[in-house]
C-alpha cells in the first residue's frame, strides 16, 4: 500500500512540476531555418570601441590577382595576401 501511494505521489508531482515549468520557463530558441547557407561581403569594416572605423579588409581592386588588401582608415594599403596572375606566370 505504502509503495503504490508512494509511485502515485512521484507520478502525480512529476506532471505537476512539468505543467508549472511550462509557464514559469520561456520556451527554448532555435536557429531560424530560412537563415542564408552561405555570406558573400564584399568587405569587412573593422571598427574599435567607439564605433570609429580602423580598417576595411577588401578584395583588391588594383591588378589582375585574386588578392585581399587591410586599408588603415586613410585608405592606405596596410597588409596584402593572395596570389598575382603575374606571380603564377613566373613559375
Known amino acids: 500500500m505504502k509503495q503504490g501511494l508512494i ?3 512521484a ?3 512529476g ?3 512539468g505543467i508549472v515549468s511550462r509557464y514559469l520557463y ?3 530558441a532555435f536557429a531560424w531555418s530560412g537563415a542564408p547557407k552561405e555570406v558573400k561581403p564584399r568587405s569587412f569594416v573593422l571598427v574599435d570601441e567607439q564605433n570609429d572605423i580602423v580598417g576595411v579588409l577588401q578584395p583588391s581592386k588594383l591588378g589582375s590577382g585574386e588578392t585581399v588588401v587591410l586599408l588603415d582608415r586613410n585608405g592606405r594599403e596596410v597588409w596584402r595576401a593572395g596570389i ?3 606571380v603564377l606566370a613566373e613559375r
Open 7 to 9: 509511485l502515485c505521489l
Open 11 to 13: 507520478l502525480c508531482a
Open 15 to 17: 506532471l505537476l512540476t
Open 26 to 28: 520561456p520556451p527554448a
Open 84 to 86: 598575382s596572375h603575374k
